[in-house]
């Protein structure tokens, strides 16, 4: 049965972060399961297909991870590649699948014209082949960045606003028979993410795509979380924001799991109240291995 794992849950810069001292960072080079990966998701297919979405530079490891969750005893060699943006921590990775470590050639990989247009100007394409998505007609939920079908599983592109200065960003659908899951890491805000999928609510969105659940942008908790860094630099929406606008979970919607956390996010700490809070309200901050049929 086809199957989705998470893979990581940290923002770009994973946790710790080089060179930083503060308490979430340090907890995690301590150990104890605090340390999290920048995010990233495997997709297994109806056939064993394996498909990364977003190569990161804790790839080793998250193969190592998804094989284990899949009781493979070996780590994961991907079949497929599918990429959401061009910033640094979701494409970090690619080089690994080149003729220094992995050696693949002609290696599927899904990405829209402007990643590519970026990721050639980087030379970072050797190893993979093209995979064109397959251009739909929009369905009025939003524009649609194309498809791409595999055995039981379809990966849908949603374009969202996310600061534009590398490449253009997509959130991604992944449905399979038995669950439909946002795959949305990176935005600018909720404000222009809705207006241009033709919503007035998160939850109005979910439901139009039928989602059972949805791995949410949570870079940043609230907006005094970067001293000394102007954080309109790094728009995203902050969580404090998006579970206003979620409200209390209640029957009917998805599982929303918070990901992409920065190494400043409160939520880092499991014992935070901010962490109590997400959970109060019945929704969950990702962990690493998490996986549901598809
Ligand atoms: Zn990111
Ligand atoms: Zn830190
Ligand atoms: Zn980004």
Known sequence: MPSLTLLGTGQDGGVPQAGCACANCLAAFEGGGRRRF?????????????????????????????????????????????????????????????????GCVDLPLVASDSVWEVLAQRGVLQPFWRVDLERVVSRGSGGSGGEYSVAGVRFEFIPVPHRDDASDTHAILISGANSRVLFLPDHDDWEQTLAAVGHSTPLAWFAS???????????????????????????HPLVEETLSRLGNRR????????????????????????RRAVEVAGWRVGQRGWSIAL
């Open 38 to 102: 920048p995010v990233a998701v495997g997709v297994c297919d109806a056939d064993g297909g394996m498909h990364l979405i977003e190569a990161t530079r804790a790839l080793p490891e998250q193969l190592q991870v998804w094989g284990q969750t899949l009781g493979l005893g070996r780590p994961v060699r991907p079949d497929s590649v599918l990429l959401t943006h061009a910033h640094l921590g979701h494409v970090e990775g690619l080089g690994q699948f080149g003729r220094e470590a992995m």
């Open 209 to 235: 795509l039928r989602l059972t659940h949805a791995l949410v942008d949570a870079t940043f908790w609230g907006a005094d979380e970067l001293p000394g860094r102007n954080m309109s630099e790094v728009p």
């Open 251 to 274: 029957a009917g919607d998805p599982e929303v799991h918070f990901v992409h956390l920065n190494h400043s996010n409160p939520l880092n700490d499991p014992k935070s109240p901010q």
